[in-house]
Antibody, heavy 114, light 112 residues
Framework: EVKLVESGGGLLKPGGSLKLSCVAS????????MHWVRQAPGKGLEWIGE????????NYAPSIKDRFTISRDNAKNTLYLQMSSVRSEDTATYFC???????WGQGTLVTVSS | DVVMTQTPPSLSVAIGQSVSISCKSSQSLVYSDGKTYLHWLLQSSGRSPKRLIYQVSNLDSGVPDRFSGTGSQKDFTLKISRVEAKDLGVYYC?????????FGAGTKLELK
């Protein structure tokens, strides 16, 4: 059974930093691109970035480019999202997901507020 | 970016009724390999999204055949026959043909 479990969310102030994790199981993690998608409270889904199998290529949405960094540790079956210089508009639930949005984690809530 | 336009934004339905949701893209979603990477997701209240249909018309494992997807190029439809209470929530179409992946704004299916 494919399982994705995010963690690391919380409350932080504008300009702060936070690192989210997503632990994967039930599939060969190192064979797949992985994605992060976020959802602001009461809003729709927004794709924010992806990372290639071995981490050599990453792509980001303009809204988070140069502030957030996606990485992975295939030995630990873990995907990361390093968030920096956060803004109030980054308040959202952050989901990790597989290609084609086939599988999703339960999400982790990040709240940016002074 | 490819804009995905879903209609209607909301639907009120009685149990047992059938409904359709439309999703139109601003560009053709046919990829260079000939496949169309248009998917349908359901987000039930308080839950993470779950994919129901991939590549226009293929049901994910465990999804009942009351769900069906049709369409081509830029025009797609999700049909739900004999709606059940567990079908309620927000439906999203999503495309992964073009970079970046994009989602429709969602269609909220509620009980009448």
């Amino acid at each position: 059974e494919v399982k994705l479990v995010e963690s690391g969310g919380g409350l932080l102030k504008p300009g702060g930093s936070l690192k989210l994790s997503c632990v994967a199981s039930g599939f060969t993690f190192s064979n797949y691109w992985m994605h992060w998608v976020r959802q602001a409270p009461g809003k729709g889904l927004e794709w924010i970035g992806e990372i290639e199998y071995d981490g050599t290529e990453t792509n980001y949405a303009p809204s988070i480019k140069d502030r957030f960094t996606i990485s992975r540790d295939n030995a630990k079956n873990t995907l990361y999202l390093q968030m920096s210089s956060v803004r109030s508009e980054d308040t959202a639930t952050y989901f990790c997901t597989t290609p084609g949005f086939a599988y999703w984690g339960q999400g982790t809530l990040v709240t940016v507020s002074s | 970016d490819v804009v995905m336009t879903q209609t209607p934004p909301s639907l009120s339905v009685a149990i047992g009724q059938s409904v359709s949701i439309s999703c139109k893209s601003s560009q053709s979603l046919v990829y260079s390999d000939g496949k169309t990477y248009l998917h349908w997701l359901l987000q039930s209240s308080g839950r993470s999204p779950k994919r129901l249909i991939y590549q226009v018309s293929n049901l994910d494992s465990g999804v009942p055949d009351r769900f069906s997807g049709t369409g081509s190029q830029k025009d797609f439809t999700l049909k739900i026959s004999r709606v059940e209470a567990k079908d309620l929530g927000v439906y999203y179409c999503a495309q992964t043909t073009h970079f970046p992946p994009t989602f429709g704004a969602g269609t909220k299916l509620e009980l009448k």
